[in-house]
Every structure is written in C-alpha cells, then in structure tokens.
C-alpha cells in the first residue's frame, strides 16, 4: 500500500511540474513574440506610410488592451502623439513618397481622427500623395479618408456615411417589473447619467443638449468632408440624408469616390506612381513601424511630460483608467523630477467617483506650484474629467470635444419588492439611529436620504467653486452653464469653459514657451507596460470573468451590461456624463 501511495504521489508531482513548466514555456513564446513585433523597421526608398485596419490610435498607454486574452489580436496600438510626429516627419523624409489610408474602420476617437486629418493636410504641403482606399468603410474611416487627393472604392464596396444619432437605453420598466427599488439624487437637470433609471424617454433637457451636441459636431465633420471632396454643403446633405454611400456607382457618381477599382489595381496604380518596375515590390511601411524606425534616437536632457489620463475615474491603485491612488503617485514624481521643467495633462476621461478626482485635483495644484501645468482635451473631459482639469494655467480643448457636464449625482438601487416577493424580508438591530440609514433590502431611510441629498449639493458647490477660480467668473455665470449640461469645445470656448481650441501638440508647444525651453523632448507617462506585465495583468478572477461574458454578449451588450451591474455607480457620489458618442 505505502509503495501504491509513493508512487500515486509520484506522478501527481510530475504532472504538475509538467503543467508548470508548460505554463512557463507558453508565457515564455508570448512574451518573445510580443517582443519580436517590436524590432526596429528599417525604411527603405520609394517607401509608402500606411494607416490601415491594424492600427489602433490611442492616447493612452493605460488604453491598451494587450493580454493573455487577446494575444492573437494583430492590431498594433499606436499613441495619438506618436502617430501625429510620425506623419510630421514623414513629410521631410526622402524615403517616404506618400501615404495610403487603408482602413475601412477606424480604431480612434473623434478628436483623434480631427488631429490626425489636420496632419494628413499639412502633410501634403509637401507635394506628396495622400491616396486612400476602401471596401466596406464606416463614417468615422471615410472622414479620415476623404482627406486623400483621391479616394478609391472597390466595384462592390460600400461608404456609410449617415450622419450622427444617438440612442439611449432606459432601464426603469426593468426594474419595476422585477421590484428592484432606485434612490437617485442629483444636481443639474442637464444631468442624465441617471435618466436611464428613472424615466422610459430621453427628457426635453436632455433631449436639448444632444441635439445641440450632435448638430456642433456633425456641422463641424460634414462640412470638412464636403470641402475635401469639393462638394457643395446642400448636395452633401442631400448624398447623406439618401445613403448614396451604400452603393458603389451612386457613391462615384455625387463625387464621395473618384474610381471604382479593385485593391490589386490600387497597389498597382501606387507603383506606376512611383516609376517601380513590375517586380519591383512596393515597400509598405505601418504607422508603429515607422515609429519604431526612429525611436532610438537620443531624448537626454530636459523633457516636457505628457501626463495621459484616460477612461474613468476611480478610487484605488489599478492601472487601466484613471485610478487616484496611482495618479497621485505619477504627479508627485513629476513634481519632483528635476528634469521635467513643464507638464501636460491629457484628458479623455467622462469622469466617475468625486472623491478620486477631488484627490487628483488637489496634487495637481501642488503641481502647478512647482512648474507649468497645461492641460489639453481629447474625445472627452467630462464632469469629473472637467474637474480635474481646474489646477490648469491653460486649458486647450479640441472643437469636437465634450466638455462640461458640471454636475453631481447618486445612484442607491434596493431590493426590497423583489426580495419580498420571494419570501425574503429582514429585520434590523442597531446601536445608533441612522447604523442602518441604507440597506440592500429595504433602501434608504428619510435621513439617509437627506443627507445624501446634502453631500451631493455640497460636492457641486465645490465643483463650481474650483470652475470659478480657475475660469474666473461668479457662481452664477458658472451655474448657469452648469447644470450637467455637456458642451462641444467650440461652445465650451464661447461660454469660457476653456482658453483655447488647439491640438495636444499646440498644448505641448505652449508648455514648452511658458517654461522658457528652447531644446526640449516629450516624455510620455504613465510609461507603457511591458509585454510581460500586459499578459500577467489579465490573470486575475474579475477580469477572466468579465472578458469572457464580453466576449460571449459582445462589446456593446457588455457595455449595456456594465450600467446596470456596475459596483463603482452604486457606492459614491459621482461626477460623471451619461453617455458617450462615437463616430461609427
């Protein structure tokens, strides 16, 4: 018997060093492959930069989304401001000859893709080709697209170009019909994060803000589309409003294409443009390769750092999104490092928990005691993500940014109807009046209630307070524009919610002026992670769980999903927009 146990032992020991060392041998080949795709890319003559379907623009390290469970993703993630400094020197390198947009959709935000169009149109100050190609492309790539001198379609392609809408989904029936209770306080009748549990239609106030949103931003999208295509505004509308885009010979024909070729032709065409010879291969090179071919170069000395801050806002020290404990641990640093001389803080972020971002708030005014502080404004800075932006010298916004949303709110769902339905009920013991003020199963009391009420209206007094020292305007000027209430940048410069509409290179420049640099590089941070730390951050039991139910609903049901199960909506007084657009 002692020898069947040794040897049941025996194997049970080999199996598991056998299973660890597969482990280790699996992780190992990830890394070195994730690696592999890092080598440096040597550009070669008559070399064509391309922007196509593997190139996902971001603007934050801290939005890359490179694991163990998407390993097998190709798309290679390329910061915002590398992609903008690649095309800039592009345009002055000998090797390259052009640029072919080849992306029928477009990983990027609004804000991003303006940037990139404006440096594809100072690209081609210098006489070199922009050519751009698709098959079946959405809005957001054809916008990017139709900045090319030409813009060429396959025979059966298709654009979808259909102009903006937006769609809310509203859960209050839900929760009736299942006797789930929800408590909501908020300040701002613009504020509609919380419209989805208490109404079963978007409000008139509501209603209001998206339209004007939406018209700012599609005037502001269609009219570049319509002058880049050299079409008349009325006829754009006109081609928009009647889908033409969807088939091919109506696109060519109201000018949204300039021929219907196939993607070999294209390519081809490209090759006769560079005077190659039939077997001559055509040296295509990717926006991140590019990159990596000059990403050597010597950066000592003194650095202006962009500070990315982006996704929501939360309490804790995580390092996807904008967790507190982790900003106030990078600002510090740059405080104290001596070689940074000026900062820029990027914000892309609809805001979240008021606690985080009042802690984020307050070192960057410690910050900005020390060095200049210049903050510039992606797709969103939003309510919290406006908050934080308050410690700034200066503030850029982007034209279609959604900024504002100066707003407070709190969201305490109980289960009491439903629990009761089912046999379920409580009672309660406590030592104090209000020991027991909120409960899952019978909600808040008349206490509780008020109380909240009063943390909310305290928070958006604080709110307001910091937005009139930084904007330097009264209580009601900033009131009045409040409410919640999001605003497009170019409203948001009108209204004196931000200095100037400008780029985050025009933020960096300025950044740069005031802290009297002559020779300066841009420093990023957070710093990226390694290709090792981006396996390992997914091998925790939240997010296995939470990637496999994206995967099974798909990304936009999870994000449907996230609004009614979300912990971090629940447990705070939140300064956070309801919503957010995306150019499909």
């Not at 922007?51 to 190709?74: A, Q, V, Y």
């Not at 893709?113 to 210098?126: G, Q």
């Not at 091919?248 to 032709?265: F, M, S, V």
Request: aromatic share 10%; charged share 25%; net charge positive.
């Amino acid at each position: 018997m002692r020898s069947f146990f040794k040897n049941v032992l025996a194997n049970i020991v080999a199996i598991v060093l056998l299973c660890a060392l597969f482990f280790v041998f699996f992780i190992m080949m990830l890394v070195f492959s994730s690696m592999g795709n890092d080598k440096s890319v040597v550009v070669k003559k008559n070399s064509v930069l391309t922007i196509n379907l593997k190139t996902n623009i971001i603007d934050s390290p801290t939005e890359e989304e490179m694991g163990l469970f998407n390993i097998s993703d190709k798309s290679k993630s390329v910061m915002l401001y590398d992609a903008l400094e690649a095309i800039r020197k592009a345009k002055t390198d000998d090797n390259i000859k052009g640029i072919s947009i080849e992306a029928d959709h477009v990983h990027a935000g609004m804000t991003q893709i303006d940037d990139i169009r404006n440096a594809l149109e100072d690209f081609k100050k210098s006489g070199k080709f922009v050519y751009a190609y698709g098959n079946a492309v959405s809005q957001s790539s054809y916008y990017l697209g139709s900045v090319a001198d030409k813009y060429y379609l396959n025979p059966s392609g298709m654009i979808e170009l259909k102009g903006l809408a937006t769609e809310v989904t509203f859960f209050k029936d839900f929760a009736d019909k299942y006797g789930i209770g929800i408590e909501v306080i908020r300040h701002g009748k613009f504020k509609s994060a919380v419209e989805p549990f208490l109404r079963n239609d978007i409000s008139p106030e509501n209603k209001e803000q998206l339209g004007t949103l939406l018209n700012d931003i599609w005037k502001s999208t269609s009219t570049k589309m319509a002058v880049s295509r050299k079409i008349d505004t009325a006829q754009f509308k006109m081609v928009v409003d009647s889908l033409y885009g969807m088939i091919p010979e109506l696109g060519l024909k109201y000018k949204l294409a300039d021929k219907l070729i196939q993607k070999t032709e294209y390519d081809q065409m490209i090759k006769s443009k560079l005077s190659l010879k039939e077997k001559e291969k055509l040296n295509k090179v990717s926006l991140a390769g590019y990159i990596s071919s000059y990403a050597d170069e010597d950066k000592s000395g003194e650095k202006v750092a962009v500070l990315y801050a982006s996704g929501g806002i939360n309490n804790g020290d995580s390092y996807n999104e904008i967790y507190s404990e982790k900003y106030v641990k990078y600002i510090k640093n740059l405080q104290n490092d001596d070689k940074v001389k000026a900062v820029v803080f990027r914000i892309n972020s609809p805001g979240g928990s008021a606690n985080a971002s009042d802690e984020i708030l307050f070192e960057l005014q410690q910050l900005k005691k020390k060095k200049p502080l210049i903050v510039s404004f992606g797709d969103y800075a939003a309510s919290g993500g406006y908050y934080i932006a308050m410690a700034a010298d200066k503030i850029y916004s982007e034209p279609n940014t959604l900024t504002g949303s100066i707003g407070v709110f709190g969201v305490i769902p109980y289960y009491k109807d439903i629990a009761n339905k089912n046999g379920i009920r409580s009672d309660i013991v406590a030592t104090n009046a209000n020991s027991q003020y909120y409960s899952p199963l019978n909600g808040v009391t008349p206490y509780g209630v008020n109380l909240i009420t009063r943390s909310v209206e305290g928070t958006y007094k604080r709110f307001v307070h910091f937005v009139t020292q930084n904007r330097k305007q009264t209580f009601e000027q900033i009131d009045s524009v409040g409410g919640g209430r999001v605003w497009s940048g170019v409203r948001a410069k009108e209204i004196g919610l931000v200095d100037e509409l400008g780029t985050l290179n025009d933020a960096v420049q300025f950044a740069a002026k005031k802290a009297g640099l002559k020779s300066y590089h841009v420093s990023s941070y957070p710093k990226r992670m390694s290709p090792f730390e981006q396996i390992f951050k997914d091998l925790n039991e939240e997010d296995i769980s939470a990637r496999i139910i994206k995967n099974k609903i798909g990304k936009a049901n999870y994000e449907i999903f996230q609004q009614i199960t979300n912990e971090k909506l629940q447990s705070e007084v939140k300064m956070e927009m309801p919503y957010q657009i995306k150019i499909n």
